[in-house]
């Protein structure tokens, strides 16, 4: 069973940046839209942000203007760039297809800002 693998997170403080990366094996890269997503204990897991090949991108409300999300293609990773980090962004984050598949959630990475 294929899982998604993410890195990135950590301990930041309020104003901070991090940058996340999954790496997605190339049968599964080269032909889906990617996305990261987000959740925190108790709640629903939460769409943040999608990328379509061709390079459009769509961000839920709470991220845009401060969260990027790209791909390496020579390296079939989805990256996650967060700057001006608040403390609602605290979740652990997963990224997976768009929309996502059951069997491609992996650990996450969890992502603490501080303040």
């Known amino acids: 069973q294929v899982q998604l693998v993410e890195s990135g997170g950590g301990l930041v403080d309020v104003g901070g940046s991090l940058r996340l990366s999954c790496v997605v094996p190339?049968?599964?890269?080269?032909?889906?839209?990617m996305g990261w997503y987000r959740q925190v204990p108790g709640k629903p897991r939460e769409w943040v942000a999608r990328i379509i090949p061709g390079a459009s991108t769509n961000y839920a409300d709470s991220v845009k203007g401060r969260f990027t999300i790209s791909t390496d293609n020579a390296k079939n990773t989805v990256h996650l760039q967060m700057n001006s980090l608040k403390p609602d962004d605290t979740a652990v984050y997963y990224c997976?297809?768009?929309?996502?598949?059951?069997?491609?959630w992996g650990q996450g990475t969890q992502v603490t800002v501080s303040s």
């Open positions: 997976n297809t768009s929309p996502p598949r059951d069997n491609l």
């Open positions: 190339k049968s599964i890269f080269r032909l889906n839209a």
